[in-house]
């Protein structure tokens, strides 16, 4: 399904207006996920702005959107409810600074380790969790309490919402001289406008982004606060556990924050100031790294898995390759900034970066476009934005999950191997249920390794024959690891071998240290016995180990010629009397 996105070619044009369309998306995510993060408004819009800009500028994947999101808030929360808020700053300022360490020390490749099972998984539960968490926005308060919005409200609203995917659909296949999802928001916009207008009751009134912040806002006046285990980084217009959108409504707009005195009344704001002329200093002491440390490497590590992930998405989408390490230090130097100016940090958006790739985005241009815009929405344009319909955003959203979710996934599991399967369900379970993708990806890339390990485990065996001066050779195959150590024991017949035993590992490699200490306990045995064990056909990265590991592995290491294989492998099979031949597999 990933092909829905691939019609477009990149342009100047494409990404200014894909730009654009994404910094309408961003909008009610920033807010969404400051109020998870149990921060101001402004502050998660100023982040969102200084991490689309600067990653765009110096990451590794041109097209990407990155913003603030909710997976960094679930940290933030935790740390802001502890310590208060004048943490969080330096928090952000060393999670940038690990990031760009990470950067330099050019680890971001380990992400090709993901294997495509884990990535089927990823992109299926992400699709999942991103449509679960449009239900949200047709909630409303009722009576003090959470409720699915009735009656003509509730058709109203899904008939904006489908009028947006018609237009997403059909438009393309008309032209592409605009993105579709831009057209589509301002279309509903406009119809929103004159209904709203019109409407004397709340039951035919339009939700729009104004109403989604002043209702959060009251529900953060009467909430604790408590954060869900995990919330959906990506483009979820709200937690369905955390944010709800609610309709238009009468409630007034001067509602105090959680844990402050300040008064919430809209989006609009000044210019982003350093965090030390707004808030005051934490002490740079041992006392306060020992406090934000721990949160910083959670933020570096949860933002760096979810923008290696996203970056991994895009390349396929695309059909190019984006820089891993270089995407580190740009994520690392937008963090770095965004704390110094009072941000909550952020990573890459998966949502809006398809929202983007969708609407023509190619290039950095169109990541530009969409933070300057955010800024420009803040500074002048803040009642407008507020005007935008939140089932236009629905819409787009729905759109993206369906041209998320890998379609031809369903018709694969009876073609690909049940452990792939199984860690393809369990990703996508854990992301739907948990909410967490960097954990998902984490679990799933664990499992794959053990499920590899343990079939190549069962792969090692050997082939037994005996030459010409009586010595016993074992030829074996496969690798020993840690997880075929057992079976390698198992093979050897020390009582019952003969006085001189070789075994050649022309087949087969040793690739760590419980392979050395196998090789070496079962060479005590036989020198126990009065017998001697040789090794031939080493690779030289067998070699390497044995010499690094030193004393602690003593093997009588053999290349004398009269036993042939050291030097010519083929030799003694053409001069061997064999009087013994089997196979042994574990």
């Not at 990155?66 to 700053?89: C, K, N, P, R, W």
């Not at 808030?279 to 290696?308: D, H, K, Q, R």
């Not at 010519?568 to 061997?576: E, G, I, P, V």
């Amino acid at each position: 399904m990933l092909n829905f996105f691939r019609p477009h070619s990149g342009s100047l044009k494409n990404d200014l207006l894909s730009g654009i369309t994404v910094s309408l998306a961003l909008v009610p995510e920033a807010i969404a996920f400051a109020f998870v993060a149990g921060v101001s408004p402004l502050i998660g819009l100023y982040s969102a702005f200084f991490i689309g800009l600067i990653s765009a500028v110096l990451g590794g994947r041109p097209g990407m959107i990155s913003g603030a999101t909710g997976a960094m808030a679930v940290v933030v929360v935790s740390l802001v409810a502890m310590h208060g808020i004048e943490y969080l700053f330096p928090t952000v300022i060393l999670c940038g600074i690990l990031q760009i360490g990470i950067g330099i020390a050019r680890l971001g490749k380990l992400i090709r380790m993901v294997p495509h099972s884990v990535m089927l998984g990823f992109v299926n539960g992400l699709a999942i969790v991103i449509g679960l968490a449009q239900l949200s926005s047709f909630q409303t308060i009722r009576n003090g309490e959470l409720a699915f919005v009735q009656g003509p409200q509730l058709w109203l609203m899904l008939a904006l919402v489908g009028l947006t995917m018609a237009i997403i659909w059909i438009l393309p296949k008309l032209t592409r001289a605009v993105p579709a999802s831009l057209v589509a928001i301002l279309s509903v916009t406009f119809i929103a406008i004159v209904v709203n207008s019109n409407s004397s009751s709340e039951m035919n009134s339009v939700a729009t982004v104004g109403d989604m912040l002043r209702t959060n806002s009251l529900a953060a006046s009467h909430s604790t606060h408590s954060s869900p285990n995990g919330i959906e980084s990506e483009l979820t217009t709200t937690s369905a556990k955390e944010i709800a959108v609610h309709p238009a409504a009468d409630i007034s707009s001067e509602i105090a924050m959680v844990g402050q005195s300040e008064v919430v009344s809209g989006i609009s704001g000044g210019l982003p100031r350093l965090f030390f002329l707004e808030y005051s200093m934490v002490p740079l002491n041992w006392t306060t790294l020992g406090i934000i440390l721990p949160f910083a490497i959670v933020l570096c590590g949860v933002g760096l898995i979810e923008s290696l992930m996203t970056l991994t998405l895009v390349d396929e989408i695309t059909e190019t390759r984006g820089q891993g390490n270089r995407e580190c230090v740009g994520q690392g130097a937008a963090n770095l900034v965004c704390g110094l100016f009072g941000g909550m940090g952020g990573c890459a958006m998966i949502g809006q970066s398809l929202i983007n790739v969708n609407s023509g985005g190619r290039g950095r241009l169109s990541g530009i476009t969409a933070a300057v815009c955010l800024l420009f929405f803040v500074l002048f344009l803040a009642p407008l934005i507020e005007q935008i319909p939140m089932a236009a955003l629905v819409g787009v959203m729905f759109m993206v999950v369906i041209g998320t979710f890998e379609w031809a996934s369903l018709k694969m599991f009876n073609r690909m191997p049940i452990s792939d399967m199984l860690v393809m369900v369990l990703v996508a379970g854990y992301t739907v249920l948990m909410h967490d993708l960097a954990s998902a990806v984490i679990l799933g890339v664990i499992v794959s390794a053990l499920v590899f390990a343990w079939q190549h485990a069962t792969h090692m065996g050997a082939d037994i024959k005996f030459n010409e001066f009586g010595s016993k050779i074992y030829q074996l195959h496969g690798p020993l690891f840690f997880a075929s150590v057992s079976s390698f024991k198992e093979m050897l017949e020390p009582a019952a071998d003969p006085d001189d035993v070789v075994l050649d590992f022309y087949y087969s490699r040793v690739y760590d240290q419980s392979g050395l200490e196998a090789i070496n306990s079962m060479a005590e045995k036989y020198e126990s016995l009065g017998k001697r064990l040789h090794l031939t056909h080493l690779s030289p990265e067998c070699r390497t180990l044995l010499k690094k590991a030193g004393d602690l592995v003593e093997i009588n290491i053999s290349e004398d010629p009269q036993y042939h294989v050291a030097t010519d492998r083929l030799a003694w099979r053409s001069t061997a009397d064999v009087t013994d031949s089997k196979q042994i597999e574990a």
